[in-house]
């Protein structure tokens, strides 16, 4: 091998580790107790049963230039903690929507199993109630990582 091919492949290589150890993506995070894993959508919905109404309720949250919004919530019915100043959104499927588009640093999310508090992505349904003890808390953000740790799924 030639030298100007070896030093061309030895600065490629350079490269593409630099990138993979420098370049950072943002990714929404769920952490709980010691532990964490990432939703590579960038929306994600939140739904429980309204511990009052016995109705399900549901928030729904995207990723907008690397910052968490609350976007839509929906419920079945006006009742307690219900919002009354939202535009509401057409809809034919039961639920009453309303338009929020409220930024977020993080939700921090009490979840129980009385209501069921879950996690639904784009091809998954995570039953949070299952993951953590009643009333414990379980966060999710945006945060900032190295490509290589997403990469390698931690």
Known sequence: ????????????????????????V?????SYNNSSFYIED??????WI????????????ENINDQLYLTVTKFKTFGAGTP????VIPSQDGFIHMKVNRPMDAVHLVVSKN??????TNDKIIPLY???DDYETITIEIIDIPLWRLLRGA
Do not use: A, C
């Open 26 to 30: 943002s990714i929404i995070q769920v």
């Open 42 to 47: 960038d929306m994600f919905e939140i739904g």
């Open 115 to 120: 209501v069921k508090s879950t996690l639904y």
């Open 50 to 61: 309204h511990s009052v109404e016995k109705e399900p309720w549901y928030e729904t949250y």
């Open 1 to 24: 091998m030639s030298k100007n091919k070896f030093l061309y492949l030895g600065g490629t290589f350079l490269l593409v580790l630099l990138v993979f150890l420098f370049y950072r």
């Open 84 to 87: 009354s100043d939202e535009e």
């Open 130 to 132: 299952e993951l953590v």
